[in-house]
């Protein structure tokens, strides 16, 4: 019988709608093959939600996420909405989509692909066989603290951003964590700033106290400044990483940048039930949008933990990571991972080889 799924498209900005295309056309393809319907509905996001209705984040796109199985989103922002007001700022809406459907977990793989090797910045025996899971909290610390502002003080201003975790929020990442290292290798690594923050004190008390539920992994703690060096240094001694919000952002922006390119990563944002959020690493990519130079893979596999982790699909997931890998070992290569002798594609031929290579 044929399985059905709801899936919410959130093509947002810049190259969005571009691999959010090729995205549609791989599940159509994967979906045909293994009787799998997907009824998809599309949605406002972003600067493109700001032109058509002055919101980054439209009530009825939130109650269509939550309506569905699964939200698949692109990318959002670009320059012309840099200078408005935060409130109405795309990434707003970002942080409004993950607040609403309660998105605490977010998933980052960052794997070297044997295929991109020499497309890293660092030498091959420092990032070969470099496969990591950096788990970060998406829902707390100092994205969402309060107070926050910028406020008048002493004929001066003061801006100011709260870091904040109460022990259940750690505890609730610090689970999906352990349980994240659990069906990989056994090994994470908890990263905080517990020297100069009592907030990364209490985080760093609340994981070790945990560890006593998991016994089969092997826990240790990082200072963050330590982990982006270490992340540079030695990449290969990291398996799982969690860490808080603001940390989380920027150590998967550097973990992703080991593999070569940003344009090869994918994420999955969970909560505790309802639908996920899966969505590449990468932003709108202004710079290139409209000229079909946007590299779609990290669409594509975010498509796949969309029928992972969010629908349980996992041959159609394993199906799709195939294709990738055999488009790869072809020699296709969009222009953010070309090099010398391979064949330079744009996004839709990447596409149209990706629907050949699906079996
Ligand atoms: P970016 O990720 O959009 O781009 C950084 C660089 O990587 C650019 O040179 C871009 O051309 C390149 N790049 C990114 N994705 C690519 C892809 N798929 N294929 C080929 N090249 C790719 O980051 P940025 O330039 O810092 O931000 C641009 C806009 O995106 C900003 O408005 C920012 O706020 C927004 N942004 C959105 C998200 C999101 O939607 N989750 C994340 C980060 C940034």
Known sequence: MTQQFRITLLPGDGIGPEITAVAIDVLKSVGAKLDLQFDFTEALIGGCAIDATGQPLPAATLETCRQSDAVMLAAIGGYKWDSLPRAQRPETGLLGLRAGLKLFANL?????????????????????????????????????????????????????????????????????????????????????????????????????????????????????DNAAMQLLRWPKQFDTIVTGNLFGDILSDAAAMLTGSIGMLPSASLGASGPGVFEPVHGSAPDIAGQDKANPLAQVLSAAMMLRYGLNQPGAADMIETAVDTVLNQGYRTGDIMAEGLTAVGCKAMGEALLKALV
């Open 108 to 224: 980052r793989p960052a794997t070297i692909l044997p295929q991109l090797i020499d497309a890293s910045s660092l030498k091959r025996e420092v990032v070969e066989g470099v496969d990591i899971m950096v788990v970060r909290e998406l829902t707390g610390g100092i994205y969402f603290g309060q107070p926050r502002g910028v406020f008048a003080a002493d004929g001066d201003q003061r801006g100011v951003n709260t870091m904040a975790y109460t022990g259940t929020e750690i505890d609730r990442i610090g689970r999906v964590a352990f349980e994240a290292a659990q069906k990989r290798q056994g090994r994470l690594c908890s990263v905080d700033k517990a020297n100069v923050l009592e907030v990364s004190q209490l985080w760093r008390d609340r994981i070790t106290a945990l560890s006593q539920d998991y016994t089969d992994v092997e826990l240790t703690h990082l200072y963050v």
